[in-house]
């Protein structure tokens, strides 16, 4: 009747599970009760829930982005003070479950916590950017986010009920076959992350059509903000590896559900060929990471510089052949696994060569800087705080590149030092900066920034304190994913890295500090004017926040960095552009298809994770006939009346005389 | 929003605008036409001696090919007009994306089952 | 910026030095499209080529996935474990009805496609009828091939080779499948709805699907089965 689930799913026996989700329990129904008492409901429903909202969809992304990110903070918590404490000891996580903890924290980290982040920012941003409305697809966009909520919402189900799997955050065959792991574990995984994969495949085929197809009057490829290339290549690495990853998935699926072959150690099976088709997804995906990253910094390096960027053409160039080129490279993630000196030379070819690409990024940001006039804001200083500690990954990236090289350091704490160097700063270090940058523009108030200065400095010399050490151990010949230690030499090392996560998770405090702060104080923070950062791009020419319609009227551009040419006619002038004709503009309507269809999905990953059959049937009948049923609706879209237009955009332009007098008293634009 | 008469792009499969129906079926027609005969051409070609033997599957797949090819233009009306750019590099990507996954594969497969030990078994890797 | 008497390269370098982000007079909210390097410069394009090329974008994604398939297979071919061969399981009369059924599919597909373009209900159904009937001839095929191979011991959990030919040809069927029931629906909208834009953007879509799904057909039954029945055993 209920498949392979029963009471001993519960993890009555494991401390740290039980009290885990015991808390989370009582959090989630007081935030129920909570917003149930306020009759927060409706509002909820209409405006976030059912929205098509690029913006809001945005917002969402990046919240559940961030939980996640705390979620997996917990565990990498977990991971270095185990093995602080189990150096010819104990620790206090026996080994089953250290397992699940180092594939929890990868599997969430990079596709829970650090995938919603980037699509979040893309979906935000990139409308705004472009000049246009929404995004290409916007009720799509909301079945895809809802679509990667419901992949969270199960791997975060497997803490209180049943297990997750052990075998690191890509499930290697054969210990993911049901030979080896007969128990739910892996099941979660794979269900989770295929159907978070739908959803991101679907904002990545939205956001590549949204770029192609739907920019405004004027806006040629070469006038686009670089952050919408990098958005551009980016989802077209998406749609490019996601399937990657869905077949092989799938394939594992098969494996474990129908007794196929293609994955196991007998009959014909080859396990070396999951490897080879997740890593043909896996290296793609950290570009997928790292590109929007790399066009935050291109966003924020101008405005602060009070400067163009430097090389916009070289910066297109170098983003699309990083978009190539991160299509080639995908061996040097198992140079070890046997394939011989032509093809590891191959791939170690490739991979020393993308890095062309990264440097000649790296070249124009500091160029950017160079001869302008510095603005040391938060988002600036994680900037610089990126461009060197990103330098120092890279690099050591370029080492692993080298086969014979990475003989020695390949699966060490070297390599885990290497990409937590890349991805913490670069991806990490974007996402708190577009965060700071951003802020304001989505929400209408700025952030604190003493508390911002003081989240950076710790998350800097935090990260460093806890990631230098692990080089180190690498070298001296400590692999990954150790529960238990067995040489004492290694200690002084794994005690300075439990240092520097004390740091990292005073970072973490006062980040949160400064949304509470901020929160508390919006008044005071309040963003008057929609252009607090002396912006660049069509994002801050609109109100913060911006309408839901965006612009009232289309912007028509006329060369690169469209808003800072009509700032500067504006201030020239000493006027706004004349008020222009408004008519009535045409929105999509909300929509629950999202919501509905993720929710039936979650009960069906459920149900085929625990192999209750029956239920699984009827889940995906009821998402299927949902989504036929939205599909039927006569009402797609609704009309603004001209007036509404008017009134919102006059209340804009009033605020932006008084942006216009104060930059004229001050003299001459920075 | 833009003016279809003006140089506006055009979807894959869709008619372009201002084309009557009497094309659109011609199309059809010849593009069934060219399928048939590559078809045809292809079963009769496999297991039979026609052409030297080892060649029998270059040429399979290059009839393949080829009527890849007539499906994409006949069907899905994919030309080379800059009407058509978008498409073209969407397919241009697509079937780069293609090759690499499928031919690195295969290379990089092949070269581990190389550098694997012999062994006695029947059921491993050729 | 007019270039009376200078020599037009001359007059566009005065004009970029003069006016770098070319502002000139423009009011923005302007109806004229504005020059400037590349396509797409005169603003959002329609809704059909929106929705037409989101799906094309799709369709490749989806090509993406076959193709892993296909490598998988391209590994494993030989992968026998004792079993049967490739060639002793294809039957290459079936599968010469099953493409045939395929590609006239496609034929009635794009002539119900003409009929919705003239506007004419009554034809479109009736070749999104045939179009469907053909589909389900042809799965109705493969479920007979794969019927018969189970009843001879032939199944995917026998050996590697089975489960990627079982995986990639059933993959395919799968995708018939449920372009059939899509297919279903397309013609109760129609019939419901007529010939409203969503319906006919939806039809381009469906067109699309389908004759992807052709195209990957040509694959399958070359490399899998008449490259298979090759007793050569080198393919690809």
């Not at chain 1, 978070?196 to 405004?216: E, M, Y």
């Not at chain 1, 995906?285 to 590109?291: N, S």
């Not at chain 2, 030297?52 to 006949?74: K, S, T």
């Amino acid at each position: 009747m209920f498949g392979k689930l029963n009471l001993s799913a519960i993890p009555l026996g494991q401390p740290i599970p039980l009290i885990t989700s015991l808390v989370v329990i009582l959090i989630v129904l007081g935030v129920l009760t909570l917003i149930t008492v306020k009759k927060w409901w409706p509002y909820l429903w209409r405006e976030w829930i059912t929205s098509v909202d690029h913006k809001r969809i945005g917002v969402m992304y990046s919240a559940l982005g961030v939980l996640m990110l705390l979620r997996g903070f917990a565990d990498a918590i977990m991971m270095r003070t185990q093995q602080a404490a189990a150096i010819n000891a104990m620790g206090y996580l026996p080994p089953e479950h250290y397992d699940q903890i180092f594939t929890a924290h990868g599997t969430i980290m990079i596709l829970f916590g650090a995938m919603p982040l980037v699509l979040g920012f893309m979906n935000f941003l990139v409308p705004l950017q472009l000049g246009v409305r929404d995004v290409a697809f916007p009720t799509f966009n909301s079945v895809g986010f809802w679509l990667s909520a419901s992949g969270a919402l199960l791997v975060n189900v497997s803490l209180f009920v049943g297990e997750f799997a052990r075998t690191g955050w890509l499930p290697y065959p054969p210990l993911s076959e049901t030979a080896y792991t007969p128990g739910v574990g892996v099941d979660y995984y794979l269900w989770a992350v295929q159907i978070s994969g739908i959803g991101t495949l679907i904002a990545g085929i939205n956001i590549v059509t949204t770029v192609l197809k739907l920019r405004c009057r004027g806006m040629s490829y070469m006038r686009m903000p670089v952050f919408c290339w990098t958005a551009l290549c980016a989802c077209l690495l998406i749609v490019a590896a996601f399937p990657v990853l869905t077949a092989t998935l799938a394939m594992l699926t098969l494996d474990r559900y129908l007794g196929f072959h293609y994955f196991t150690n007998t009959a014909g099976g080859n396990p070396m060929m999951f490897v080879n088709l997740v890593w043909a997804w896996g290296h793609p995906e950290v570009y997928i990471l790292v590109l929007p990253a790399f066009g935050i910094f291109s966003e924020i390096f101008p405005t602060f510089s009070g400067k163009p960027l430097f090389g916009y053409r070289s910066m297109v160039v170098a983003t699309l052949f990083i978009c190539i080129v991160s299509m080639t490279v995908w061996l040097h993630h198992f140079f070890t696994m046997g394939a011989g000196a032509a093809v590891n030379t191959f791939f170690g070819i490739s991979s020393s060569i993308i890095a062309v690409g990264t440097g000649v990024k790296i070249y124009n940001w500091i160029f950017t800087m160079y001869g302008g006039r510095v603005r040391f804001e938060v988002p600036m200083l994680w900037s610089m705080g990126f461009i060197f500690t990103f330098i120092i990954g890279g690099l050591t990236g370029v080492l692993l590149a080298v086969p014979p090289a990475d003989f020695l350091t390949h699966n060490s704490m070297f390599l885990v030092a290497h990409f937590h160097n890349v991805i913490i700063g670069a991806v990490v270090f974007a996402i708190f900066a577009g965060m700071d940058y951003w802020f304001p523009k989505a929400f209408g108030f700025r952030l604190h920034k003493g508390w911002g200065i003081a989240a950076f400095w710790f998350a800097f010399i935090g990260f460093w304190v806890t990631f230098a050490p692990l080089y180190v151990l690498g070298l001296l010949g400590m692999t990954r994913r150790l529960q238990h230690i067995n040489f004492p030499e290694w200690r002084p090392w794994l005690y300075a890295s439990v240092v520097g996560v004390a740091i990292l998770i005073l970072g973490v405090i006062s980040q949160v500090v400064q949304f509470v702060v901020s929160i508390r104080d919006r008044e005071k923070l309040r963003d008057v004017t929609g252009d607090p950062w002396d912006g660049r791009s069509l994002e801050w020419a609109t109100p913060s926040p911006p309408p839901f319609f965006n612009f009232a009227v289309m912007p028509n551009v006329e060369g690169e960095e469209a808003y800072w040419g009509i700032k500067q006619r504006a201030v020239e002038t000493q006027q706004l552009s004349p008020e222009p004709q408004y008519e009535p503009i045409e929105m999509p309507v909300n929509s629950g298809v999202g919501f509905y269809t993720a929710f039936f999905t979650s009960v069906f990953g459920f149900a085929m994770i625990w192999h209750i059959w029956w239920l699984a049937i009827l889940a995906f009948a009821a998402a299927f006939a949902g989504f036929v049923f939205f599909a039927w609706r006569d009402v797609h879209e609704f009309e603004v009346p001209a007036e509404e237009v008017a009134r919102v955009d006059r209340a804009r332009r009033a605020a932006r005389e008084a942006l216009l007098e104060r930059l004229s008293q001050q003299g001459a634009m920075s | 929003m833009s003016d279809l008469n003006e140089r506006a792009d055009h979807a894959p499969g869709d008619e372009p605008p201002g084309e009557e129906s009497g094309h659109w079926v011609r199309n059809a027609n010849l593009g069934l036409a060219f399928s048939i005969v590559l078809t045809v051409a292809a079963f009769l070609l496999a297991g039979s001696h026609v052409i030297y033997m080892p060649a029998i599957p270059v040429a399979l797949l290059v009839l393949a090919i080829a009527q890849m090819g007539v499906h994409l233009v006949f069907f899905l009306h994919i030309t080379t007009g800059p009407d058509n750019t978008n498409n073209v590099l969407a397919l241009a990507f697509g079937i780069l994306v293609v090759f690499l996954v499928v031919a690195g594969s295969i290379w990089i497969m092949d070269h581990l089952s190389q550098n694997m030990m012999p062994t006695n078994q029947m059921g491993q890797m050729p | 910026m007019t270039d009376s008497g200078l020599p037009a390269s001359v007059a566009a370098i005065r004009r970029v030095q003069q006016d770098p982000n070319r502002l000139g007079q423009r009011r923005h909210g302007s109806t004229e499209p504005v020059e400037g390097v590349g396509l797409g410069t005169t603003g959002p394009a329609t809704k059909r080529i929106i929705v037409g090329y989101g799906f094309w974008i799709f369709l490749l994604s989806d090509i993406v996935v076959f193709s892993c398939f296909f490598a998988a297979f391209a590994v494993q071919r030989g992968a026998t474990a004792g079993g049967p061969t490739l060639e002793q399981i294809v039957d290459i009369r079936r599968v010469a009805f099953e493409t045939a059924a395929l590609l006239l599919s496609s034929y009635t597909c794009m002539l119900s496609f003409a009929a919705t373009n003239a506007r004419s209900r009554l034809w479109t159904q009736i070749f999104l009828l045939v179009t469907g009937v053909l589909g389900l001839v042809f799965v109705l095929l493969e479920v007979q091939e794969f019927a018969e191979l189970a009843g001879r011991g032939i199944t995917p959990q026998r050996s590697g080779m089975l489960t990627s030919f079982f995986g990639l040809v059933g993959l395919h069927g799968v995708h018939v499948t449920i372009g059939g029931m899509w297919l279903a629906t397309m013609m109760a909208q129609v019939q419901v709805k007529g010939f409203r834009r969503e319906i006919v953007h939806r039809l381009i879509c469906f067109n699309l699907f389908w004759h992807a799904l052709d195209i990957v057909w040509i694959g399958i039954f070359t490399i899998v089965y008449l490259m298979g029945s090759n007793s050569t055993g080198s393919g690809a």
